[in-house]
């Protein structure tokens, strides 16, 4: 009892630790990149780089489970070879100008495809560590303190990175370094973790491809949904910075809103779930992903104060596609052969996110119809997320026995009124954020 006490605290304390390693690099790399001189078409392609690391480590992932059996080595081999690819970027201010912009895109690539290899491992070995009786408590809790522990870096990463005069790398040079150091703890504290004896069914290199039933269907949606989604993701960041003007301290704060709003909505999306399943409610979060983008296009530098309610809803409506879809997967998925399909899924949903950042960014340097640039990326992003919910009408409810109408379930969700409780939780971030747009 004791043991499994300490393997739950060195879990959570992993965790903490993982999101504030996460929180000092993957916010920055877009503002680095602009930093540097990167075009629309550059921040597509490092943002194209990040899938691709994904998709060639899924099935290497899964195999090497099988091979070795040893999860928590290779799940530490992993992670530190993950984040030890950030110090490449702490070093790119004493390399040659011109070569900046590639070893950027190589630490962004050797990171991710180091961080997915070991996703396999560690999802395997933590689903045993905790018992399934308390598994969804138990990671509704850490998912708290990681999302506190991340949003609270970010603001901070984003304030010192502030002090430092304009061209100057030395402060993302820094927070890359710090980011490495609270890796290298947090995998020190998942060392600590006992596990169990592994145990596997056996399997085919085939079975990655065998897709069927409503998980084809599902599948079909999040693939289109995933291209939909990121045609636009990598430049929100960019219109911003850019667009907007925003400082960085003010991009983190405004971020951060977005951050509070998800992480204290969670517990009303996972009711909803439960009472209506997965469909429903995943067709109200896509319905108000869509309109996010479409909100930025009517902000500028002048009524920056409106991005507030947008981020605001922004948060709440991705922690809901992100609830619902993890729940969706768990629901169309065998358990027997979770870990291959996991891979599989993976491998078809993270081919639209390769292509997509890079067409965006095509289109936003280069097109023009109604709108230009950016905000024309926006507006295609949008139309495309609405006509993703034609393809998740197709997935069949397995959550519940019962289905409710959709128009009924956001009747429901509207009259909890979820925005209600969080408006008193970011009421000193937002005034915060009022005090720094006036400064712009």
């Not at 502030?162 to 890796?183: C, H, R, T, V, Y």
């Not at 290199?205 to 999040?222: A, C, E, M, P, V």
Request: glycine residues 6%; positive net charge; proline residues 5%.
């Amino acid at each position: 009892m004791k043991q499994k006490t300490r393997d739950k605290r060195n879990l959570l304390y992993n965790g903490a630790l993982w999101s504030a390693a996460d929180a000092f690099t993957t916010p920055f790399i877009i503002p680095l990149a602009l930093a540097l001189g990167a075009k629309e078409i550059i921040i597509g392609v490092i943002t194209s780089l990040q899938q691709t690391g994904m998709l060639l480590s899924q099935v290497p992932g899964s195999e090497l489970v099988w091979i070795l059996r040893r999860r928590r080595a290779l799940n530490n081999l992993c992670e530190f070879l993950a984040k030890s690819s950030w110090l490449i970027i702490v070093v790119i201010p004493f390399l040659p100008p011109e070569s900046w912009l590639t070893y950027l895109m190589a630490a962004v690539f050797l990171s991710s495809f180091f961080f997915n290899l070991s996703v396999p491992a560690w999802t395997s070995f933590v689903s045993e560590v905790i018992p399934k009786n308390v598994r969804g408590r138990y990671f509704a809790k850490r998912n708290l303190y990681m999302g506190f522990t991340a949003t609270i870096v970010t603001i901070l990463a984003g304030f010192y990175l502030d002090l430092f005069p304009k061209g100057n790398l030395s402060g993302f040079s820094s927070i890359f370094m710090f980011g490495f150091a609270a890796g290298v703890l947090a995998i020190l504290f998942f060392s600590r973790i006992r596990g169990s004896r592994l145990r596997l069914p056996e399997h085919h290199i085939t079975d990655y491809l065998q897709i069927r039933g409503n998980f084809r269907k599902y599948l079909t949606f999040s693939a289109f949904f995933g291209f939909s989604y990121m045609l636009a993701s990598p430049f929100f960041i960019v219109y911003m910075l850019q667009d907007l003007r925003m400082d960085y301290s003010a991009f983190v704060m405004f971020s951060a809103i977005s951050a509070f709003a998800g992480i204290i909505s969670q517990r009303h999306w996972g009711r909803m779930i439960d009472r209506f399943g997965d469909r429903p409610t995943m067709t109200i979060a896509v319905f108000g992903a869509a309109l996010v983008p479409l909100f930025f296009i009517f902000i500028t530098p002048y009524n920056l104060i409106w991005l507030i309610p947008v981020q605001v809803l922004s948060g709440i409506v991705w922690a809901g596609v992100g609830l619902a879809n993890f729940s969706m997967f768990l629901d169309t998925t065998d358990g027997d052969k979770r870990i291959v399909q996991t891979a599989g899924y993976n491998i078809i949903t993270v081919i639209p996110l390769i292509f997509a950042p890079v067409v965006g960014g095509v289109i936003a340097q280069n097109y023009s119809f109604i709108l230009s640039g950016i905000p024309l990326v926006f507006l295609l992003s949008s139309i495309l997320r609405l006509s993703s919910i034609l393809l998740l009408s197709r997935v069949k409810e397995q959550h519940v026995e019962k289905e409710y109408p959709s128009q009924y379930v956001f009747r429901v969700f509207m009259a909890v009124d979820p925005i209600r409780g969080l408006a008193h939780s970011i009421r000193v971030v937002d005034r915060a954020i009022y005090r720094k747009i006036r400064k712009l």
